[in-house]
């Protein structure tokens, strides 16, 4: 089994769309994981992941820069696989331009962020979350778009038992989870064969990143960073190889917050890195 890859531009701050789609189809990507925010990139100030960064289609403009994107993807044979955003589920409206947006973009996926849990208020929101959800399933039938979460730390949904809390009961085909394997590392921390069964149809996207660990302050006396590709506590030939026995078809995205100096050279040695995982992977799975 041979997975799409794809950059998620989130960690690419360097280049607008135009200049960073050629240099990702030179290293043999398949698509572009683009990032919505309500930001203007400054060239005249340092690249950031995400305070400036040059990727970001900006939601002032949003169907301008969808059409100048699906052109230039067009153009080098690459694909939009998932629109990333920052917009809350209970932001039905946002949704559906962002469903616009998708569509001018052939994307399937739109990304919405999960709430931050509150103390106090946990099971309000996630009845509240659950409301949104179920509102989302709607539009997404009337858009043929599929909104997903992401499973992150710090929000609702650090797990898949979180995120099947918010989607259980909803169409699959209209609702579905980012599986960001390294986020519930950090926080969530099921086993994750169990993890991958358990969404099972709602998995559908997986994003590729890698952190370290070491003693911390926190409730289980640790404290995560993120770490460049390969060099942080992941190990992701058995990540894949548990994809891999799960039938998981979708894309793998690259998120890489580190090295940031390193600049646009980064992306062909972080697809590298990947394609071996995904040998290793299957010598693994052979052996």
């Not at 992941?49 to 994107?69: E, I, K, M, Q, T």
């Not at 001018?104 to 996630?126: D, E, F, Y």
């Not at 659950?130 to 992401?150: K, M």
């Not at 898949?160 to 960001?180: F, H, K, T």
Request: net charge negative; with cysteine.
């Amino acid at each position: 089994m041979s997975w799409p890859l794809a950059l998620a531009t989130a960690s690419a701050p360097w280049l607008a769309v135009p200049e960073l789609a050629p240099r990702c189809a030179a290293a043999g990507l398949d698509g572009l994981e683009l990032v919505v925010r309500d930001q203007a990139f400054d060239p005249l100030r340092p690249c950031d992941y995400w305070s400036n960064n040059a990727a970001v289609l900006p939601r002032n403009d949003l169907v301008g820069a969808a059409h100048a994107a699906a052109t230039v993807l067009r153009a080098h044979d690459l694909t939009c696989p998932l629109v990333s955003s920052y917009v809350l589920p209970q932001d039905a409206g946002e949704a559906r331009e962002l469903a616009g947006a998708a569509a001018i973009l052939g994307a399937r996926l739109v990304r919405l962020w999960g709430p931050v849990p509150m103390p106090g208020q946990v099971k309000t929101q996630v009845a509240a979350a659950r409301s949104a959800w179920r509102e989302l399933a709607r539009i997404a039938a009337g858009h043929e778009v599929r909104f997903v979460l992401e499973l992150h730390d710090g929000s609702l949904a650090s797990s898949a038992s979180g995120g099947l809390r918010l989607l259980e009961g909803l169409d699959p085909q209209s609702v579905g989870v980012v599986l960001d394997i390294a986020n519930t590392a950090v926080e969530g921390n099921e086993p994750l064969a169990w993890a991958v069964e358990l969404l099972g149809p709602y998995l559908a996207h997986v994003h590729v990143k890698d952190i370290s660990f070491s003693p911390g302050p926190g409730w289980n006396g640790q404290q995560a960073r993120m770490a460049a590709l390969g060099q942080g506590s992941m190990r992701w030939p058995a990540c894949l190889r548990i994809l891999r026995q799960a039938g998981y078809q979708g894309y793998l995205a690259i998120e890489n917050f580190t090295g940031l100096e390193l600049g646009p050279a980064r992306i062909a040695a972080d697809t590298a890195w990947l394609r071996t995982m995904i040998s290793e992977s299957e010598h693994a799975a052979e052996s």
